[in-house]
Nanobody
Framework: VQLMESGGGLAQPGGSLRLACTASGFAFGSAAMSWARQGPGQGPEWVSG????????YYSRSAKGRFTISRDNAKNTLYLQMGDLKPEDTGRYFC?????????????????????WGLGTQVAVSS
């Protein structure tokens, strides 16, 4: 299993970024996926998740209304469109594959519910 994030960088407050996660080595279209982040000096935080078909999406309180998760199963790629960025969005963003291989509809919000992670992409929000 390989997950590779891209699209991070420096953005100004109020700006936007689009993250992508390219997956390989497993049946991407059968797996629920999520994005998580880890801010400076903080523990990992679940941000958003999506069911295997893309039919259901979920967001943390901080992400709701500003971020949009999506996926393209034909391209084995997961996305996170981030808007109205705030300095507190700064951190390393990771994509993760659900450990529930038998249930593509289950989107967990706990780190332990994911079995593979990418190395992450860094996001910095600053003026």
């Amino acid at each position: 299993v390989q997950l590779m994030e891209s699209g991070g960088g420096l953005a100004q407050p109020g700006g936007s970024l689009r993250l992508a996660c390219t997956a390989s080595g497993f049946a991407f279209g059968s797996a629920a996926m999520s994005w998580a982040r880890q801010g400076p000096g903080q523990g990992p935080e679940w941000v958003s998740g999506i069911s295997s078909t893309g039919g259901a999406t979920y967001y943390s309180r901080s992400a709701k209304g500003r971020f949009t998760i999506s996926r393209d199963n034909a391209k084995n790629t997961l996305y996170l469109q981030m808007g109205d960025l705030k300095p507190e969005d700064t951190g390393r963003y990771f994509c993760a594959k659900s450990a529930r291989n038998d249930d593509g509809d289950f989107v967990g919000t706990q780190m332990g519910e994911y079995d593979f992670w990418g190395l992450g992409t860094q996001v910095a929000v600053s003026s």
